[in-house]
């Protein structure tokens, strides 16, 4: 059902400077003849018996968790819509490569798998950084219509101009996440927001959302710290708990992966930083929770902080239809993470916020590819999208597709942990009022 | 080579020939006059190779830090237009790779930071400091991550003619010294190769004018000292035309068709005629 392989090392790093240039050259230009759509377009990653869609994420490093959960959770869906007679009498299937989390394999897999894999549809990417990087290269072969559905990531970038264009977002933005943090903090009278936040693409954006929401407030950040891309738990966060401590913040906001995070909150606790810890939804909440209580002396004082946003409603709330499918199905398939590229074991979660969210996609992608018309073509993609409207895919939002309108779900909740796990929070001001 | 032909080499080039007499005071002057020339050549060759190595890597580093900046400068203009930060960082991120670059951040027109890529935080020095200049600027940056942390030189290009913000772009000092320090070493490296070789082969060729100055002298001596016989008793011109039964010491520089060898002749035509009765 999936075919997944190493990046190809044919692709040289002159295709991809070439495809990153070539495209971010006519997304700055906004050159018209780029922008042409061509008469003829191929059909391509469809056959009668199937429909390839391609997959680059990490499933090797500190992030791998992401990948791999995403995957799991898309492949309980399509196992299911695979047993029973596929879309349309197509089987979905997926090219899979390892990206690590890093941009240049990143390009490198889209090359592969736009020209030489000839996917019909990009799927479930993981990270800004990565699909940051990747945009001007669907740009650069957008005569080839080659989109991007469902990235794990709410940046901006695959949401605006000159981009936005090439992708279709089903989860709410990294904005919405970070300004329903801000307004919940300052609600509670908490207004000193100190920001740590990872040195690339992905901390920038949260960053960029935290700073525009305390502007409406009139507030601006107290202290901000960052980290590496790549980092791990064992990794010391001390300076930049020193760096936050300096500025006395009242809640701290953390764009960044579950290792550094935890890491962060292991030393700032440790230190005695005691405020609460907002992640967004990339983190990985279970991933998180586990390093901050296996094997941890102080796991309750490191848990009882933290508040992190998801797009996606809890898992464990057995009143939503879409939940009791998604632990129906990860209970019935346990979809197996792609063994090629594991590079160490890995131990799957039985469910999670990562893994729900790549149900719905996978849940949300059904739908669209049983909307095209006859043989499945590209070039009918965009109308299939924007054909989708209130649609109930059964969390209690509806998803809306259109021309301005390329974020499906608009919808932002909050959990906190509660016996070990992740459980909604109902009373910011209970929680952390002061 | 042959052994013999090797000794030979090895004594011409040390000037440690077999013969009784060594031309030493005529060449000391010549050989200590080849050590300072060649002394010299190195002192200057290297003075000038260290300073213009130093001045084109630390001025290629700048010229490279410069153009990244103006070419972030130019790119992203619509990005910033745009307010997409995720974006300009994105942009950053990859000139961060280029060798040499430690840090890149970008301000806009009032001095505030839109994107950067320290860790763990914005430098005070920086984070306190006027954003809106273009001329290289030399910083001391300490608690930053490892190649954040030292000596940097920075530039600055103007967004907008400064409208729209300034990129500023670190080059690592340390990392420049030490490729200037390595390329320096190799090119003097280099320079005393070809002086010891040079030395060498002054000597060999000294020596090899001196070999037959010192036959020559041996000979002059020896006759001097009447412990030469003279091989043309018998009446001949000493040109060899006469038939010579015997080896003499002589014989050689006799032979010689060369200036010393006129002048070997000239002492045994000196010698005969002081031999004449009633001279």
């Known amino acids: 059902m999936s075919d997944s392989a190493r990046p190809n090392p044919r692709i040289s790093r002159r295709d991809m400077v070439r495809a990153t240039a070539g495209g971010l050259i006519g997304a700055l230009t906004g050159s018209r003849a780029l922008r042409a759509a061509p008469a003829f377009v191929r059909r391509v990653g469809s056959d009668a018996d199937s429909i390839l869609l391609g997959v680059s994420a990490a499933f090797s490093g500190p992030s791998r968790s992401l990948g791999i959960e995403l995957y799991r959770g898309a492949m309980s869906y399509f196992s299911h819509i695979n047993e029973n007679g596929g879309v349309n009498g197509r089987r979905i299937e997926l090219k899979v490569y390892d990206d690590g989390y890093q941009p240049d394999p990143c390009v490198e897999n889209t090359l592969r798998l736009i020209r030489e894999d000839q996917v019909f549809l990009l799927f479930g990417y993981v990270g800004t950084p990565t699909v940051t990087r990747a945009l001007p290269v669907l740009k650069k072969f957008q005569d080839e219509r080659a989109y991007l559905l469902f990235p794990f990531t709410g940046a901006q ?8 264009e090439f992708a279709f977002n089903l989860r709410a933005s990294y904005r919405q996440e970070t300004a329903q943090l801000v307004d919940r903090f300052v609600e509670v009278d908490r207004p000193r927001i100190g920001m740590f936040y990872q040195a690339d693409a992905y901390g920038r954006s949260g960053w960029a959302g935290v700073r525009g929401q305390l502007a409406t407030h009139d507030l601006n950040m107290v202290a901000e710290a960052t ?44 230190m005695g930083l005691r405020v609460p810890f907002a992640n967004l939804s990339f983190v990985g909440s279970e991933s998180l929770l586990q390093l901050l209580t296996d094997d941890m002396e102080n796991s309750e004082a490191y848990t009882s902080l933290l508040v ?15 939940v009791l499918e998604y632990r129906d199905l990860m209970q019935r398939y346990d979809p197996p993470p792609p063994e090629e590229l594991l590079t160490e074991p890995y131990d799957t979660l039985a469910r999670s916020f990562v893994s729900f969210e790549g149900f719905l996609n996978a849940k949300m992608m059904t739908e669209i590819l049983g909307r095209l018309d006859g043989e499945p073509d590209r070039s009918g993609l965009e109308d299939a999208v924007f054909s989708v409207s209130n649609y109930d895919i059964g969390i209690g939002s509806l998803v809306s597709f259109g021309p301005n309108r390329r974020q499906g779900l608009q919808t932002v909740y909050h959990t906190v942990v509660d016996d070990g796990r ?5 009373d910011w001001g209970e929680k952390f009022g002061q | 080579m042959s052994t013999s032909r090797a000794k030979l080499l090895f004594q011409l080039a040390t000037g440690t020939g077999s013969g009784k007499f060594r031309i030493q005071k005529l060449f000391r002057l010549t050989r200590f006059g080849i050590f300072a020339v060649f002394g010299l050549i190195v002192l200057s060759t290297s003075s000038l190779t260290i300073y213009t190595v130093d001045t084109q890597l630390s001025e290629e580093y700048a010229t490279n830090a410069r153009n990244i900046s103006s070419t972030i ?8 237009l745009n307010q997409n930060l995720s974006s300009l960082q994105a942009l950053i991120d990859q000139f961060i790779e280029v060798e040499g670059i430690s840090y890149v951040y970008i301000t806009d027109e009032n001095g505030e930071f839109l994107a950067h890529t320290f860790v763990p935080g914005i430098p005070e020095e920086i984070r306190t400091g006027d954003h809106s200049y273009h001329d290289p600027v030399e910083r001391t940056l300490s608690g930053m991550r490892e190649d954040q942390t030292g000596d940097f030189i920075e530039v600055g290009s103007p967004i907008l003619a400064g409208y729209g913000g300034t990129v500023h772009v670190g080059t690592n000092l340390q990392l420049v010294n030490q490729k200037v320090t390595r390329a320096i070493g190799q090119q003097v490296w280099l320079v005393c190769i070809i002086l010891f070789v040079g030395i060498f082969a002054s000597i060999f060729f000294v020596n090899l004018a001196a070999r037959p100055l010192a036959e020559l002298l041996a000979y002059a001596v020896e006759l001097a000292r009447g412990q030469a016989e003279d091989p ?42 002081t031999q004449q009765p009633g001279q």
């Open chain 1, 157 to 164: 970038p695959q949401r605006e101009p000159p981009y936005g």
């Open chain 1, 227 to 270: 980290y590496t891309r790549g980092t791990r738990f064992t990794g010391s966060m001390r300076r930049q708990v020193e760096i936050l401590m300096d500025a006395e913040p009242d809640a701290v906001i953390c764009v960044g992966s579950y290792a550094a995070c935890a890491a962060l909150v292991r030393d700032a606790v440790d």
């Open chain 1, 308 to 322: 992190n946003s998801q797009v996606v409603p809890s898992y464990e709330d057995a009143s939503t239809p879409a």
């Open chain 1, 422 to 426: 992740f459980v909604p929070l109902l």
């Open chain 2, 73 to 80: 400068a130019s790119a992203s203009v619509d990005i910033l």
């Open chain 2, 232 to 273: 043309h008793a018998d009446g001949t011109d000493g040109t060899g035309s006469a038939p010579i039964d015997r080896e003499f010491p002589g014989d050689s520089v006799l032979a010689r068709d060369d200036e010393v060898g006129t002048l070997a002749r000239l002492f045994l035509h000196f010698r005969r005629l």
